[in-house]
């Protein structure tokens, strides 16, 4: 049997109830001995109070305080130091570790995972999301409500956040449930299935769960191939048939998840070997339809070498160039990396070039969506100036490796005060 000390890593959007649920899982957790980790953003650590008042622990025994930054980020090394130290000092039966509502979950979860002091110490039982449901229903669900969205102090809209943390999930609360009907906690649990389908969602108020259903339980298994977030599946589940040869390749219900329709939560990938006029594209992408909640994949945008990894998480989109398409590399290059990864989709005449999107939402209409997407396709015309050279078209892509650029950004909150 292992000698590791499990570690639940507790993730949510800003005010969603965390410190609620930590206060509530002290309180409640009977025999076991729980250590808590908390962080927030600012200059005082005002979780930690809240948490060792409500616990009737001091900061200094049982809580450790980290301010001043983000543990997923700035703070990782410090992280790193209070696990040991307090694996190390204490004798404790698990570790929560809270991270910032403005955290991503999973750099925290590598750190117990990946070859470190940490990992030598404690083994991840699971990642918990807690979620203020009608919040998220309000940001996703397609009737928003842009003044109660924002953006976190870098810029990046909370949106995108949230859905970063449902998708890496064992569990999700929705807490908060009594502000919602049966028919929006419904719809809720669907968006949370079609986002992260192995996760389970517990029904919450006052963020109250049984300890044992998050402390006792061994969830997390970063090898586990099903465990992946639903637009992932959605691509693995798709027909890579067709012989790419068109303007878009043959497609039919294999690319088609059905979560559960009776909420109309479902997805749908769109595939095609044809580039994406970079102007028509980057127009459709501003205006998606209000039902689109998440939508994730590689294009291909005519006049760009680098693949465009785009996503999109309610009234966000961004893309990057992480690469350049292989087949845009010199010969002796192109042939190196082909060698190198013998399962590589490769078309005779555009090579590893391809759009693979994945479009998760409420309502949404799919061959009004792709029929969209279609013509935002280049036209034969404008595919042979690609050809010789003469296609002039400008868009928001970015063209070196790396780079990154803002499609569209949520509606900034109006200030009552002005």
């Given at each position: 049997?292992?000698?590791?000390i ?5 993730s949510?959007?800003l ?7 930590l ?14 980790l ?16 409500g ?5 200094d ?18 992280l790193?130091?209070?696990v ?11 570790l ?21 002091r940490?990992?030598?110490?404690y083994?991840?039982?699971?990642l918990?999301?807690?979620l ?12 928003g ?18 859905v970063?943390?449902?998708?890496v999930?064992n ?12 028919a ?5 649990e ?39 977030p ?21 497609h ?7 979560p ?12 095609r ?10 127009a ?15 294009l291909?945008?005519?006049?760009n ?5 785009v996503?999109q ?49 409420t309502?949404?209409?799919?061959e ?7 013509d ?9 100036a ?5 296609f002039?078209?400008?868009g ?5 490796p790396?780079?990154?650029?803002v ?12």
């Open positions: 049997m292992s000698d590791a499990p570690v639940t890593i507790l949510g959007n005010g969603a109830g965390k410190t609620t649920l206060n509530h899982l002290l309180r409640e957790a009977g025999d076991r001995d729980v250590a808590v908390v962080n927030d953003m600012g200059d005082v650590n005002v979780d930690a109070d809240l948490v060792a008042d616990s009737e622990l001091d900061v025994d049982g809580v450790t305080e980290l301010s001043n930054g983000c543990i997923c980020c700035e703070l990782q090394d410090d790193e130091t209070a040991v130290r307090l694996a190390r000092d204490r004798s404790f039966d698990h929560v570790v809270e991270s910032s509502g403005i955290s991503e979950p999973a750099p925290v979860a590598r750190l117990f995972t990946a070859e470190s940490a990992a030598a110490l083994d991840v039982s699971s918990v999301t807690v203020d449901t009608r919040l998220f229903l309000d940001a996703f669900a397609g009737d409500t842009p003044e109660r969205r924002g953006t976190d102090e870098d810029g990046r809209p909370l949106s995108d956040l949230l970063d943390q449902i998708e999930s569990v999700v609360l929705l807490n908060k449930a009594d502000l919602c009907t049966e929006e906690l419904a719809e809720a669907e968006l949370v299935r079609a986002l992260r389908p192995d996760a389970e969602t517990i029904r919450t108020e006052f963020s109250a769960v049984d300890p044992a259903t998050l402390l006792d339980v061994d969830r997390f298994d970063p090898g586990a191939v099903n465990e992946m639903g637009w992932k599946q959605a691509l693995e589940d798709a027909d890579h048939g067709g012989d790419g040869s068109g303007a878009h390749d043959d039919d219900d294999h690319g088609h998840r059905h559960d329709e009776v909420y109309g939560v479902t997805s749908f990938t769109y595939r070997r044809r580039p994406f006029h970079p102007e028509r594209l980057a459709f992408l501003r205006d998606l339809p209000d039902g689109v909640v998440r939508s994730k994949g590689t291909w945008v005519a006049g070498d680098h693949r465009q990894v996503g998480a309610g009234p966000s989109v961004r893309v990057e160039a992480p690469s350049p398409w292989i087949a845009s590399l010199p010969e002796v290059e192109r042939d190196m990396y082909r060698s190198n990864r013998p399962d590589l989709d490769w078309h005779d005449e555009h090579g590893d070039r391809l759009t693979e999107y994945v479009v998760i939402g309502e949404i209409d799919r009004a969506i792709e029929a969209a997407l279609d935002c396709l280049v036209t034969d015309a404008e595919f042979e690609l050809d010789d050279g003469s002039d078209a400008d928001p892509f970015p063209n070196e790396g780079a990154e650029a499609i569209r950004e949520p509606t900034p909150a109006p200030n009552p005060s002005e």
